[in-house]
């Protein structure tokens, strides 16, 4: 998806960061994170604009890159808190799959506030986390703090290390075979996150559930009494 991307932005020069800066807010913010090559995406921005190829500033690209993630993040809380667990329940969509959600939602529960910072870092868990949140009725003032602390670190880090990287002559000549390989590694985490989420079920699985407790012993009858007696 990268390489679609990638003679496009050689092409528009400057106007890049608008298109750099729309695909990062459609990510989380119209749910389309599962198509869009969000990672890749920002490295491959710090890498041109190192190189001289795309002609802004490092520090435009980062403000426009942040505002974008977090107005995304906050326009998917708000998608959540609105329409509550409805939007999930589209049948008909390709990719709203409930699979994704409980990812999501599991992720949330066990991380909490913190998971709006450290979804950021994680593709498809991204996606949907700020609408999980909003859903979950988290208080908007605290989603939206921590929104921009996970857009901070995620949007500048990502550029930046596109930047670090891409002032080096061998990287500059092969951005998009890096890119390509960056996008692969982001995959990891969500394979570590699948991995733990698999382990935990399966665990839950196998644990016994707690026996009835026994009815109590029947009172002695009639007969039983006089016999004592």
């Given at each position: 998806?990268?390489?679609?991307?990638?003679?496009?932005?050689?092409?528009?020069?400057?106007?890049?960061?608008?298109?750099?800066?729309?695909?990062?807010?459609?990510?989380?913010?119209?749910?389309?994170?599962?198509?869009?090559?969000g990672?890749?995406?920002?490295?491959?921005?710090?890498?041109?604009?190192?190189?001289?190829?795309?002609?802004?500033?490092?520090?435009?690209v980062?403000?426009?890159?942040?505002?974008?993630?977090?107005?995304?993040d906050?326009?998917?809380?708000?998608?959540?808190?609105?329409?509550?667990?409805?939007?999930?329940?589209?049948?008909?969509?390709?990719?709203?799959?409930p699979?994704?959600?409980?990812?999501?939602?599991?992720?949330?529960?066990?991380?909490?506030?913190?998971?709006?910072?450290?979804?950021?870092?994680?593709?498809?868990?991204?996606?949907?986390?700020?609408?999980?949140?909003?859903?979950?009725?988290?208080?908007?003032?605290?989603?939206?703090?921590?929104?921009?602390?996970?857009?901070?670190?995620?949007?500048?880090?990502?550029?930046?290390?596109?930047?670090?990287?891409?002032?080096?002559?061998?990287?500059?000549?092969?951005?998009?075979?890096?890119?390509?390989?960056?996008?692969?590694?982001?995959?990891?985490?969500?394979?570590?996150?699948?991995?733990?989420?698999?382990?935990?079920?399966?665990?839950?699985?196998?644990?016994?559930e707690?026996?009835?407790?026994?009815?109590?012993?029947?009172?002695?009858?009639?007969?039983?009494?006089?016999?004592?007696?």
């Amino acid at each position: 998806m990268t390489a679609v991307f990638t003679p496009l932005l050689l092409t528009l020069g400057p106007a890049a960061v608008l298109v750099v800066m729309l695909v990062v807010f459609a990510e989380t913010g119209l749910l389309l994170g599962f198509v869009l090559p969000g990672d890749s995406l920002l490295f491959l921005s710090g890498a041109l604009v190192t190189s001289h190829v795309v002609g802004v500033p490092i520090w435009l690209v980062m403000i426009g890159v942040v505002l974008a993630a977090a107005a995304g993040d906050q326009l998917g809380y708000l998608i959540g808190r609105r329409y509550g667990p409805a939007v999930f329940r589209r049948e008909t969509s390709r990719f709203l799959r409930p699979e994704y959600v409980d990812r999501a939602h599991d992720f949330f529960e066990r991380r909490g506030n913190a998971a709006v910072i450290i979804g950021r870092f994680i593709p498809i868990i991204r996606t949907f986390t700020p609408t999980v949140a909003g859903v979950a009725r988290m208080p908007r003032g605290r989603f939206t703090a921590y929104n921009v602390v996970g857009a901070v670190l995620w949007g500048s880090g990502m550029v930046a290390l596109g930047a670090l990287f891409g002032g080096i002559p061998l990287v500059a000549q092969h951005v998009e075979v890096i890119t390509i390989g960056f996008a692969g590694l982001s995959v990891v985490p969500l394979g570590i996150e699948l991995l733990r989420m698999r382990r935990t079920r399966a665990r839950a699985a196998q644990t016994p559930e707690p026996p009835e407790s026994a009815e109590p012993a029947a009172s002695s009858g009639p007969a039983e009494s006089a016999e004592a007696a």
